[in-house]
């Protein structure tokens, strides 16, 4: 009896390892492989040529140039975004309550919907949207700045290298608020009420109490939360090439996967667009192990 239990949770758990090898680690296996070929992925002729796409990268003007961009994101959308989700956050799950106790406040519930609304719409539609809003022409921004005597200031923000990254990177925001503040309120709500109380028979404050109880009391969530959007930002293809195709005016959007892209399938270049992939991969694990290390710190239980 004990033998057959066993058996089947071994062949329960085989499964799905089979599954991602199958599926996830054999692709990336073929992509490094694929990385020191010249193949062109329209035919099936390859020649292994060694490294000489990845010392061709080195030199790659247009590579450095996307790197940089996804660097600029990097370094931008992780701490806004998850600011504003944690200020929202903090707000309606804790600012609250009734007889000066530490609660939410009214309608929170509310709040969590309109906040998440926008990842309930399929990304590309949304997408589409935010081209509407910044057409220089029809587009809705412009409009409310004509509208409301500020007519100077309306301009193609897609269209001009200075502003597009800053209106790629509103979107992205956008975009993302939603997700991490209902991540961070699930974090909030989780921390006992009685820390609070405790904290409020001391004198002290809401706006102390955010830093000496619930921030550290929520430091892993935050930490997994900031892995994940970094990792966001070192991908970002259906934003950028969406609302700025081809990398946007001058290349001024263009990123990694897009440059990755573009060279695979318009450029018939997959043994180098296969090289760009598995230098993005490695910067990625790179930034999440660095993140990991730099924010580790004992387990906080209650």
Known sequence: M?????RFITLFLAAPLVLYGV?????YVQGVIISFTDWSGY????????????????????????LSHNAM????????????ALVFAALTSVAGGKGGRVGPIAGSGWYRAIYFFPNILP??????????????????LNGFLEAVGLGAWAHAWLGDP????????????WGQIGFYYVLFSASIQGIPREYFEAAQLDGVGRFRMFFTITLPM????????????????????????????????SGSTDVIATYMQRLAFSGGRFGYSATIGVVLTVLTL??????????RRERVEY
């Open 23 to 27: 599926f996830i680690l054999y692709p």
């Open 73 to 84: 994101f990097l370094l931008v959308l992780p701490p806004v975004t998850l600011g504003i």
């Open 2 to 6: 004990k033998h057959g239990r066993t």
């Open 123 to 140: 990304i590309v539609m949304s997408l589409v949207l935010w081209q509407f809003v910044f057409n220089p022409r029809i587009g809705l």
């Open 286 to 295: 790179l930034f999440a192990f660095i993140t990991f290390r730099v924010t």
């Open 162 to 173: 200075n502003t597009a990254p800053w209106a790629v990177l509103s979107v992205l925001v």
């Open 218 to 249: 929520m430091l892993q969530t935050v930490q997994v939360a900031w892995i994940y959007i970094g990792m966001f930002a070192l991908d970002m293809f259906v934003t950028v090439a969406i609302l700025t195709p081809d990398g946007g005016p």
């Open 43 to 66: 035919s099936r002729d390859r020649e292994f040529i060694g490294f000489a796409n990845y010392i061709k990268l080195a030199g790659d003007d247009r590579f450095w140039a996307a």
